[in-house]
């Protein structure tokens, strides 16, 4: 096998989607970039992998049976580790078309956006309203809410960040979320569903920090905007699986020279002076007999999820997910083949929203008839994680197969790297979306690059073969 | 162009048939897989050109006759394949491969039989396999620098079902004529990368801003 170069300008550790697009822009703004995974296949935490891996990786069925197979080909399975959806308007869409990696891809939209209002028996799901003129038509409020929902949204509609006119008259830089609330005399229910299923907070902090207005404003704008774009929800979702999303920035690294190793295990990083200046790694196929390609490199810059660096990362907490199969849509949903659900954290009360995620075949992640749900939160407690979920299992209905695993820690970095070279992610957080993770892009990106990160025009003037 | 849908005609061309596939390319490591792709599609030759930068999305089309055009959208491996490492994502969907060696050197062929067996494994069923050994140019002013006779490909390509070219990047020899082999063995009623995708219930969307609407039935970009 060909010899790995003996110097780099950046190492990345692992195939997530944060590392695949920083090794996609580092390597078109021609870097020299190797991007090694520890795995046989791309996506670490954000991969997408079949129904027998599932099994298997939670093992929960008999020894010598193989329950996988009742379930048509485990290949025409991909079921996401992340449970998350783009937003149509989001930042991730607007990086997959800046860099033309939209070229591998196939986008369709989720079916509906809905929220839960009530617990128990009284619970109502409804669809979350996507502008002024859906409130008035919403069940989640009675008729006079309704108009006062429809001003409200009318102001967040015209709002300019700077256009001081049209700010409603309040500082919205310094005001808290509860005070334009209040202006517009919002009930508790409304306040509730639009800031956990429209603004997308996960939890009510947002609500009485001072400044967090206008985010919460630039947020719930995020979602109408994402919602006007297409039309039956804010989100869309790749065909395949988000486990499509890392390989596509791969590939987009690889055409400008990006080096890709699976199947490879970082033996030790070396170090001079307290930075990281190179690494000696190992690469053997699984099935492979032998020692492997051992090789050393050096590096400028190495860039790595939290799993490749346990003593420089901290827990933060602990999401909680199941995936469960289905054999029909989720009721109160339409029928669609896809939706998001969210359960604000108050109507069960809890402090954390639940969340609901649901594709089908429609996306090709699932043969036809099924469909994937995926529930989530942020653990609350350390035991009982199972009734944690529960007021999300009891909007699934019937389940056919439920996989749980133990708590997930989410991990972020102790340093930023510039003291040891070492540019730590996030790992991928309890939100609905992707925003957090274009965040952490850039965080990384602005840590490691010394300078800001600007998608736009990526793909423009550069020194390729193309011919369009 | 990810969300386009698949074209079984042209509309408003009922008589005339427009169909896209998408063709991967596979083999070993300056066989010219790239070069084969460059001649093909730009009718150009670079000899000193450097290991594959920059030909990682190319199209190209073949008019069969008069009413039936064939586009082709090529992948190239941009290198993955070096350390093993080709994603899922580069067989999805694929409808036919030009799996490469070169004539000159005899490990290649044994490469390129390990790619037909990783195709026959991963991509789709029915995937139409064309085998080319590359760099004729090199064997005919000096024939003993052949390191893999003819026959024995040729065999070998008949025994599993493969077209088989023995081409020329350099000359161009054989190129048009292994694409055109391809196009005509493709099943152009049924065409298009896209549609062995998702059900056609809800079209896909288009990210692109200048896009900025779902995608009907009959909207191409091609």
Redesign the interface.
């Known amino acids: ?2 010899e790995v170069a003996p110097e780099y300008d950046v190492v990345v550790l692992g195939t997530g989607l944060t590392e695949c697009v920083l090794s996609g822009v580092f390597s078109v703004k021609g870097k020299k970039v190797l991007h090694i995974d520890r795995n046989d ?2 996506g670490a935490e954000a991969a997408s992998v079949n129904l027998e891996s599932l099994f298997k990786k939670h093992g929960n069925y008999t020894k010598g049976e193989e329950p996988w197979k009742k379930y048509g080909r485990a290949n025409d399975w991909n079921i996401d580790l992340v449970p998350k959806l783009l937003m ?1 308007n989001g930042e991730l ?1 607007n990086i ?2 800046s860099t033309d990696v ?8 989720i ?1 509906g956006s809905y929220v839960q209002q009530g617990s128990g028996p009284k619970a109502t799901v409804a669809k979350v309203p996507d502008g002024p003129a859906e409130a008035l038509r919403s069940p989640l409020m009675g008729i006079f809410e309704k108009r006062r929902a429809k001003k409200f949204l009318e102001f967040v509609g015209s709002y300019k960040a700077e256009d001081p006119a049209t700010h409603g008259g309040l500082s919205l830089d310094r005001c808290t979320m509860k005070e334009v609330y209040d202006k517009y005399g919002l009930e508790a229910n409304t306040r509730d569903f639009i800031g956990h299923s429209m603004a997308l907070y996960s939890t009510d902090d947002y609500i009485n920090t001072p400044g967090v207005a206008k985010e919460a404003i630039t947020r719930i704008r995020l979602y109408v905007n994402s919602m006007a ?3 039956k929800s804010p989100y ?1 979702y790749p ?2 699986g988000l486990g ?1 999303l890392p ?2 920035f ?2 987009l690294s ?4 990006g ?6 295990d970082v033996d030790e990083i070396l170090w001079e002076n307290g930075k990281a200046v190179g690494i000696k790694a190992t ?1 053997k ?1 699984r099935i492979e007999d032998g020692e492997g390609m051992k090789f050393e490199t050096k590096c400028k810059t190495i860039l790595a999820d939290p799993s490749y660096f346990p003593g420089k990362v901290r827990v933060t907490g602990h999401l909680l997910k199941a995936v469960c199969i289905l054999n029909h849509p989720v009721a109160s949903t339409d029928n669609s ?1 896809s939706c998001q659900l969210i359960i604000p954290q108050s109507q069960v009360g809890r402090k954390h929203d639940i969340y609901i995620a649901v594709v089908s ?4 992640v699932c043969p ?1 008839g099924y469909y994937i749900a995926i529930v989530s939160t942020i653990a609350e407690g350390t035991s009982n994680h199972h009734l944690e979920l529960q007021p999300g299992f009891d909007r699934l209905g019937r389940i056919e197969e439920k996989f749980m695993g133990q708590p997930i820690p989410l991990y972020e970095p102790l340093e930023s790297g510039q003291n040891d070279n070492v540019y730590i992610s996030k790992s991928y957080d309890a939100t609905s979306h992707f925003e957090t993770t274009t965040d952490d892009i850039r965080g990384v990106y602005r840590r490691a690059a010394g300078e800001e990160l600007v998608v736009e025009g990526l793909r423009d003037g550069q ?6 | 162009m990810a969300a386009r849908n698949p074209q079984g005609g042209r509309p408003g061309a009922s008589n005339s048939r427009f169909a896209q596939f998408k063709l991967v390319l596979l083999g070993e490591s300056a066989v010219g897989k790239s070069s084969l792709v460059l001649r093909f599609v730009k009718d150009q030759f670079d000899d000193y050109r450097e290991s594959t930068i920059g030909a990682a999305f190319l199209t190209q089309t073949i008019a069969l006759d008069e009413s039936t055009t064939v586009k082709f959208e090529i992948w190239d491996t941009a290198g993955q394949e070096r350390y093993k490492s080709l994603a899922p994502m580069y067989y999805r969907n694929a409808n036919c491969a030009v799996v490469v060696y070169d004539i000159t050197q005899a490990s290649s062929l044994d490469k390129a039989k390990a790619w037909v067996k990783e195709l026959q494994r991963q991509a789709n069923e029915n995937i139409i396999i064309a085998l080319a050994g590359n760099k004729l140019d090199l064997v005919t002013d000096s024939p003993d620098k052949r390191a893999i006779p003819t026959a024995d490909a040729e065999q070998y390509a008949k025994d599993s079902g493969l077209l088989f070219f023995e081409t020329s990047a350099k000359t161009s020899e054989n190129v048009k004529e292994l694409f055109t082999a391809i196009a005509k063995k493709l099943p152009l009623d049924q065409a298009g990368p896209r549609s062995m995708r998702a059900s056609a219930t809800r079209p896909g969307v288009d990210l692109r801003p200048e896009a900025h609407s779902t995608q009907g039935a009959g909207g191409c970009n091609c």
């Not at chain 1, 939209?102 to 939209?109: D, H, I, N, V, W």
């Not at chain 1, 075949?361 to 090709?364: D, F, G, L, V, Y």
């Not at chain 1, 020194?463 to 369009?468: A, G, K, Q, S, Y």
């Open positions: 096998m060909e296949h791309y149509s869409t997959l078309v939209t070229r591998y891809l196939e986008f369709k939209q079916a774009r297409y039309g869309i065909l395949y499509e390989q596509g791969a590939r690889a055409i400008y020279g080096t890709y190793m699976l199947n490879t690469m196929e083949d075949s429609a996306h090709n036809k020194n390729l073969v193309t011919d369009e």
